[in-house]
């Protein structure tokens, strides 16, 4: 992934006469493609399912818009996964990329921290814009994939048994911590923690799968301590969404699914390794769904459970998959290309999403007017809006695109 690792370039084996060849443009296509679905957040597809409750058209897209309430999946849970999973797809061809230039493993591993800590740093600066002071939170997407990045890094340096014992050992080792921890008693305050007595009622577990349910886990106790050391406002106690800062060590896992996809798809070049992907995917998928079923660890993205990981993880190599079996098998590049324009500034797009929104929507308003937008009726003005948003958008990503200006970190 672009935000943190070279571009996706097809290259030979990571030595120093390592020479590279054609872009990978199935993965900036797919790269393009998550950021599209973060950037189309813009389009408030909930407000217009509410406004037209009898369609099912606008109810299904609402739903493919926001995140499940706890378990489960919707199109939007898959964004931070694919982020993490292409961050793991990038890394191969960075090492042998920068191996070829003659860099040392020293100066790599440095580069690596460095980029680590400005992804972390980014995340807490975006997570604060609208605060006081800092805002120091460690759940963002940004600092998620800088925390566990030096641990990824280390392990593209290593054989494939190594990466594999290394995903056993953090997504076995994460379960076994929270299934050790002890379960809240009967008399637990659940509204102390930001639980309400409804959501309680519907989404909560009983027996095992309790270890898992919601600000009452291993997770949360970590918060309690760890972010009450940084300076705040008032005392942590609970995140709304359930969110949590050990998060990332599950989510190395997703990033080391994507190094195994990364270095199928430099081995395999210019092939495809379809069969490897797709068993992959079925594997992932499969095994997640049977961990959530028995009720051993249910498949919850907001606390990235290990069967997250796991359903998650073989969800990103079908899409990889697809996005392969189009452009590189079948031939089919050029509808990409909006894609791509997008999936080759990554760090630029997250920074647009996150920065410009309100400043392109109050422009439109003051230059055409506060209802301009309205000109399909009330409940599409909200659509319409982001639509044009979205467009300015990508037509910033356009202009730099054409003008070779890509934000890297």
């Known amino acids: 992934m672009a935000t943190v690792a070279e571009p996706s370039t097809q290259v030979a084996a990571p030595t120093r006469s390592a020479r590279p060849v054609a872009?990978?443009?199935?993965?900036?296509?797919?790269?393009?493609?998550?950021?599209?679905l973060m950037m189309a957040e813009v389009l408030r597809l909930s407000h217009v399912a509410e406004a037209f409750p009898t369609s099912l058209f606008w109810k299904v897209l609402a739903y493919n818009q926001t995140h499940v309430e706890w378990a489960g999946c919707s199109l939007h849970d898959l964004i931070q996964p694919s982020f993490s999973f292409?961050?793991?797809v990038a890394l191969p061809y960075s090492i042998a990329s920068r191996l070829a230039k003659?860099?040392?493993?020293?100066?790599?591993f440095a580069h690596a921290m460095w980029r680590a800590l400005l992804l972390i740093a980014l995340g807490i600066f975006l997570r604060s814009t609208h605060s006081t002071q800092t805002y120091f939170t460690f759940e963002d997407t940004l600092t998620q994939i800088g925390l566990g990045y030096p641990f990824l890094f280390l392990l593209g340096f290593r054989s494939p048994r190594w990466q594999w014992a290394a995903l056993g050992v953090v997504l076995g080792g994460?379960?076994?911590a929270w299934a050790l921890y002890p379960v809240p008693g009967p008399n637990f305050s659940w509204q102390s923690v930001g639980v309400s007595l409804d959501w309680h009622q519907h989404y909560n577990?009983?027996?095992?799968?309790?270890?898992?349910?919601?600000n009452a886990n291993l997770g949360n106790t970590f918060d309690q301590w760890f972010l009450n050391l940084f300076p705040r406002t008032s005392p942590f106690v609970y995140n709304g969404g359930?969110?949590?800062?050990?998060?990332?060590?599950?989510t190395l896992g997703t990033m080391i699914l994507g190094l195994a996809a990364g270095r199928w798809l430099r081995a395999a070049a210019p092939r495809i390794p379809m069969k490897r992907l797709l068993i992959a995917a079925v594997i992932g998928i499969a095994a997640g769904l049977l961990l959530h079923f028995t009720h051993l660890c249910p498949v919850v993205k907001r606390i990235w459970t290990p069967s997250w990981t796991l359903f998650s993880?073989?969800?990103?190599f079908l899409l990889l998959a697809g996005f392969s079996a189009v452009i590189d098998v079948?031939?089919?590049k050029k509808w990409a290309y909006p894609l791509v324009v997008i999936g080759m500034n990554s760090i630029a797009s997250y920074l647009i999403a996150d920065l410009l929104e309100e400043f392109i929507a109050r422009s439109f308003s003051i230059q055409l007017g506060p209802h301009f937008f309205s000109f399909l009726g009330a409940g599409l003005e909200p659509f319409m809006q982001g639509v044009a948003i979205l467009f300015t958008y990508w037509l910033i990503l356009f202009w730099m695109y054409r003008r070779k200006l890509f934000l890297k970190i």
């Open 86 to 88: 292409l961050v793991g």
């Open 330 to 332: 079948k031939g089919y």
């Open 102 to 108: 003659g860099a040392t493993f020293g100066r790599l």
């Open 205 to 214: 577990y009983t027996g095992f799968a309790a270890h898992w349910n919601k």
């Open 242 to 250: 359930g969110y949590l800062t050990l998060s990332f060590i599950p």
């Open 313 to 316: 993880g073989g969800a990103c």
């Open 23 to 36: 872009r990978n443009v199935a993965v900036d296509a797919y790269r393009g493609f998550v950021m599209f």
């Open 174 to 176: 994460y379960w076994l």
